[in-house]
């Protein structure tokens, strides 16, 4: 969690309406004040960083967001553009199908792959629908005590 945690503070965070009603549910500090019981203490450094992190959200069926962040309008393309010339270490992309329509338009600078050690055998595939093969290098990678591995790629121009 250490892990993430640092990424989480690091950057602005961009989801798509799935993604960003996903991660509110599990993420989001309770009116209470009071972080819930289910949370460890890795937890909670965590859940402080995403709920604090800048967010904007991609979504044509939403018309409002809270919980710190911004609805993205227009074209995603160009709304994305703007962002990343915006001040910050950048913006970190989570979900299934956002990624694929930016990595289509060429607006991804890194991807960062985690394999867990655990064959799950169904759900979404990863960056399914890609209209061309995007050829990456490796330029950076971590292993935990888990058996999980982070791996960090830039395209090859």
Do not use: C
Request: proline share 6%; no cysteine.
């Amino acid at each position: 969690m250490a892990y993430w945690t640092a990424e989480m503070a690091r950057a602005d965070l961009l989801f798509g309406r799935v993604t960003y009603e996903m991660m509110q549910s599990a993420w989001r500090k309770p009116v209470t004040g009071v972080w819930p019981d289910w949370m460890g203490a890795g937890d909670v450094p965590f859940a402080e960083a995403i709920d604090q992190a800048k967010k904007h959200v991609v979504s044509s069926t939403l018309t409002e967001v809270d919980w710190n962040a911004e609805l993205v309008r227009g074209g995603v393309g160009e709304a994305v553009r703007q962002l990343k010339e915006q001040p910050g270490e950048g913006l970190w992309v989570g979900g299934v199908t956002l990624p694929v329509a930016l990595a289509d338009l060429g607006l991804i600078d890194e991807y960062e792959f985690v394999v867990h050690p655990v064959v799950a055998g169904h759900g979404p595939t990863l960056l399914s629908g890609l209209r061309e093969r995007i050829e990456l290098e490796l330029v950076d990678r971590h292993e935990f005590r888990s058996g999980a591995v982070v791996q960090r790629y830039k395209p090859v121009p």
